[in-house]
């Protein structure tokens, strides 16, 4: 059973930086898709990166795309979201997840999600 930890999050102020982080175990983990999705207060979860088993692809929601990056490292069962120029808007809890099928940016499709890590950031 794959399991999934984030860290990295934290507190920063608008146009600062953090990497998040997505540590991998138990199971298998270069064979598939992983993503990031989040979830701000009183709003729906919703996805934010989304990076291919080999990591050659990649694709971003609109509201990060140019300031955030996905990549992944096999070899070390994890996965990353770094994140610059960050505004207040994009204050949320981060949850890592794996894709369950070819490729999708729906939530209904990644199955198991690890516990999320709390970005804050002030104006």
């Known amino acids: 059973q794959v399991q999934l930890v984030e860290s990295g999050g934290g507190s920063v102020q608008a146009g600062g930086s953090l990497r998040l982080s997505c540590a991998a175990s138990?199971?298998?983990?270069?064979?598939?898709?992983m993503a990031w999705f989040r979830q701000s207060l009183g709003k729906e979860r919703e996805f934010v990166a989304i990076?291919?088993?080999?990591?050659?692809?990649?694709v971003y929601a609109d509201s990060v795309k140019g300031r955030f990056t996905i990549s992944r490292d096999n070899a070390k069962n994890t996965v990353y979201l770094q994140m610059n120029s960050l505004k207040p808007e994009d204050t949320a809890v981060y949850y890592c997840?794996?894709?369950?099928?070819?490729?999708?940016?729906?939530?209904?499709?990644?199955?198991?999600w690890g516990q999320g890590t709390q970005v804050t950031v002030s104006s």
């Open positions: 990076i291919s088993w080999h990591g050659a692809t990649t």
């Open positions: 997840a794996r894709d369950r099928t070819n490729w999708s940016t729906s939530q209904r499709d990644f199955n198991p």
């Open positions: 138990g199971g298998t983990f270069s064979s598939y898709n």
